[in-house]
């Protein structure tokens, strides 16, 4: 059981990771300035999420002991008739969703890798993919504005 949550663990700071990396032009320099509140909002957010939803997923992982995996949390989430409409709600949103929105949106905005966030989403939490990417795209529109960026590229 640890070793699976150190397992994801390890994959929800890798994929973090290369999002970052992948748009490194977004964190360095001058182009793009400070945080902004709004994205600092996304951030506090998304960290929220994570914490939370890592709380609770580890709490699952221990009491499911060999029978925590994938298929069985899924299962999980449709134990009644409220959890029931937020579990479709929550997959449909994570598992279709995001990445369409993210690929589709991510690759016009000029944000490298918008993929990784929906795969991101799996190891972490669909909430701070979605804040990150929302992040990025903060970044990104600063980055595209700036003055800067035509004496750089």
Known sequence: MTASLLFYG???IITTAL???WNRHLFTGDAVGRVT???AAFYFFGV????LGWYFN???THAAGHAANYVNYTK???TNWASDSAAQDYIIANVVLLPLWTISDGRRRGIKGPWIFFVMSLFTSFAFA???YLAFVERQIRHSRSPALSSTE
Request: negative net charge; proline residues 5%.
């Open 48 to 51: 929220v999420s994570l914490v």
């Open 130 to 132: 979605m804040a990150a």
């Open 10 to 12: 390890a994959l929800g």
């Open 19 to 21: 999002a970052v990396y």
């Open 76 to 78: 999980d989430l449709f």
């Open 58 to 60: 580890v709490r699952y």
């Open 37 to 39: 509140p709004l994205e």
